[in-house]
């Protein structure tokens, strides 16, 4: 078996990741070229820290979306001669060489944590957006109204949070448990909220515009009801939307676990922002409660949500790869980071590679999302 | 306004005592029908009698065990609010104990929960409470190794770092907290273990002999540091931002035109005031923490809580994995009581309403 140097495998490695360098250049570039149009995107461009954090996790989106041309294996591939094979070793067959080295199923660790970003990038905001959407839709109302709305809703969520995260997986994430209605009955729930956001916020604000309402309540309902049927049921008449029962399952489960902190965290804000002049003054020119709420409140709670939203996607990243390193969910041969450390961390004393790299790919995601959150944090207080 | 408090205090605590009573009900009902749900109960029928058993064999030693009797009186009956139901022999017709390896009565008891009787592991062939209380006391070790790592070191990170707002010290300590946040136990450990015990081998991957022979350095530092790191980057976060709120507050400048030394302000005026966040947030991270001792224990096989947990809903170990969840509720309602009134105890602003 033939290797690669060091040095070589870092430049293989380089080479081999151009389609990111590439949308990298062009995204930094435009990103200067136009700061000042840009908002508070523009602004993160201003501090070290915001330009890591943008680097770090526009460098993964770019992986995740190049990843058939990066990738030189397919993840899923077994090379038998491959087996445990160091970092660098060439594989006979294609002369290409293993970047990463092998695992102990003789596949690709570098071609698996490049595809593996492809499941984390799409489940770990996904899951967040949906949890914000559910956080937002009854943190709201709890918030703004009090009282018993409040004492309810607040206690459901605390009930979800006093459960240990572990548990919770355990229990909703098991194989048997997708032979039961449960996760299909909480997926229809939780996939309800968007849609009925949408045509909540779209309806306070045009009630009385019928020809722009009527246009935006179809576009919402049509493809709202699309993705739910897609999700849902598995019943997308085009056949584009479709999600694994596992992935479903998992999905379901990070939504059900995040969106109490989202709730709480907006109930904080709105309880805060609703004693504002701005809103007693809404309430006088006589706007419905739900106008005020998504209308008056909600884009002045935008700050802080859009910080929170960043590091909880970090924060599902970590969920999912406890899920993946619990073996909760995701098929064993699946490439997701959590997953892979899972299979490498069983061999760790006697092969570092296969663990090494995915729990590296995490780690620098998370730290992504992190030092973003935090820049942008420092540059809205500056408003 | 003192005076008045006493009576407050009470009704507080009844009030509090109330809502983690009524959230444990829930909870445990919540577990009880999620472990008692059909492909779980075959599973767990399946472990307990052969690998081939017939569904024929299965339903009927569910029906046998008593875990198709209705689920009301199943609960209650975990709960000590009915009578907990003997076997009956199918070919004597004779009452037997339902789990000869944990004693049970042959006769109809309340024996539940509220009397004190957590059941039967069917995992690990022993009482609940004899399995659970020698794991407890061994994470118990873990977390009070943990705190006492993690604790000092979040606290000295903030204060340094918060000490002054936009230094070269506040940026650098600040990358790290943030690093050691993005950075899960299952990544930490993996990192620790590849550097500390493979390359260096100056200490052990795995805790195994830490239960048998004892806690050392070499067995325990690895699982703790690698627990410690991800809950430390939050605190020292925290303890920051605290700081700095409060070295920008009047009373801190007027100590510092006084002539106070520096250092002589920090630890006279600012300290004090500047800990109270921090506190909440580190009774909040006991439930977080639980979440670590299972990744951790599993981790460095240290037979913990959490591996008790991870090994009794892998074998839908009924009663073990409802005690178990009962536990974390538990930690999780209490810290966060102890965090309220610990929050109301130390800010002379607020006092419990």
């Given amino acids: 078996m033939e290797y690669l140097s060091t040095f070589d495998i870092i430049t293989t490695t380089f080479i081999q990741l151009w389609p990111t360098w590439l949308a990298l250049i062009i995204l930094v570039a435009a990103s200067f070229a136009f700061q000042n149009q840009l908002g508070l995107y523009g602004r993160l461009f201003d501090s070290g820290v915001g330009i890591v954090g943008v680097l770090i996790v526009a460098f993964w989106i770019f992986t995740a979306i190049f990843a058939d041309i990066i990738a030189p294996f397919d993840p899923l591939d077994q090379i038998v001669v491959m087996k445990n094979k160091l970092p660098g070793a060439i594989e006979p067959g294609s002369g290409e060489a293993f970047l990463f080295g092998g695992d102990k199923l003789a596949r690709d660790v570098f071609s698996r944590v490049v595809y593996g970003s492809q499941i984390v990038l799409i489940i770990a905001p996904a899951a967040t957006i949906f949890a914000l959407m559910v956080g937002i839709s009854l943190g709201l109302p709890a918030g703004y109204y009090g009282g018993k709305t409040d004492t309810i809703l607040s206690f459901l969520a605390n009930l979800v949070l006093a459960f240990p995260v572990i548990l919770l997986f355990y229990l909703l994430v098991t194989p048997g448990i997708t032979e039961t209605p449960i996760p299909y009955a909480m997926a229809g729930l939780f996939f309800l909220f968007p849609i009925v956001f949408f045509v909540t916020l779209f309806y306070t604000r045009y009630k009385k515009r019928v020809e722009v309402l009527w246009i935006q309540l179809a576009i919402t309902l049509v493809l709202g009801g699309w993705i739910y049927a897609g999700l849902v049921f598995n019943a997308d008449p085009l056949g584009i939307i479709s999600i694994d029962p596992n992935e479903l399952n998992i999905f379901v489960a990070v939504v059900f676990a995040t969106s109490p902190a989202v709730f709480r965290i907006v109930r904080g804000l709105v309880m805060d922002i609703k004693t504002r002049d701005y809103i007693a003054a809404a309430q006088t020119r006589g706007e419905t409660p739900w106008y005020i709420m998504l209308w008056e409140i909600l884009p002045n709670a935008r700050g802080p949500l859009i910080v929170d939203a960043c590091l909880r996607i970090g924060y599902t990243t970590i969920l999912l790869g406890t899920l993946g390193y619990f073996g909760l969910g995701m098929a064993p041969e699946s490439p997701d980071w959590g997953t892979a450390i899972k299979e490498g961390s069983r061999l760790l004393r006697l092969y570092v590679h296969p663990a090494l790299f995915p729990a590296a790919a995490l780690m620098s995601f998370v730290l992504g999302l992190n030092l973003l959150a935090d820049s942008l944090r420092e540059e809205s207080m500056k408003d | ?353």
């Fill in chain 2, 1 to 353: 306004m003192r005076s008045n408090n006493g009576a407050d205090m009470v009704t507080f605590f009844l009030k509090r005592l109330g809502v983690m009573v009524l959230t444990m009900l829930c909870l445990t009902i919540v577990v009880f029908s999620l472990v008692n749900l059909d492909p779980n109960l075959r599973k767990l029928s399946i472990s307990q009698t052969n690998m081939r058993a017939t569904d024929v064999e299965i339903e009927s030693w569910l029906v046998n065990n008593g875990y198709r009797d209705p689920f009301i009186e199943r609960y209650g009956s975990w709960l000590g609010l009915w009578p907990r139901q003997p076997n009956i022999d199918q070919k004597t017709g004779e009452a037997v104990s339902r789990f000869k390896y944990c004693d049970d009565p042959t006769a109809p008891t309340f024996s539940g929960v509220i009397q004190g009787d957590f059941g039967c592991s069917t995992k690990f062939k022993k009482k609940v409470a004899d399995k659970l209380v020698p794991a407890l006391q061994s994470t118990g070790w873990l977390m009070f190794w943990v705190m006492a790592v993690m604790i000092p070191s979040a606290l000295v990170i903030g204060i340094l770092a918060g000490m002054r707002e936009g230094s070269r010290m506040d940026r650098s300590l600040s990358i790290v907290s943030i690093t050691s946040t993005a950075t899960p136990e299952y990544v930490s450990g993996i990192f620790f273990t590849v550097i500390f015990a493979s390359w260096l081998g100056w200490l052990n991957g795995s805790a195994a002999t830490a239960t048998s022979k004892g806690i050392t350095f070499y067995n325990f530092a690895l699982p703790v540091m690698t627990m410690a790191i991800y809950g430390m980057g939050y605190i020292a976060r925290m303890t920051r931002a605290s700081m700095v709120e409060v070295m920008t507050a009047q009373y801190i400048r007027t100590a510092r035109l006084k002539g106070m030394g520096f250092y002589a302000v920090i630890i006279k005026h600012a300290l004090r005031n500047a800990l109270i966040a921090p506190f909440t947030v580190i009774m909040l991270q006991f439930p977080w923490l639980l979440t670590g001792v299972v990744i951790v224990e599993i981790m460095f096989r240290y037979q913990g809580f959490g591996f008790t947990l991870v090994q009794a809903a892998g074998n839908n170990d009924i009663d073990l994995l409802l005690a178990c969840s009962l536990v974390s509720v538990i930690v999780v309602l209490v810290t966060q009581l102890i965090s309220d009134v610990g929050y109301a105890y130390l800010n002379p602003r607020i006092r419990v309403k």
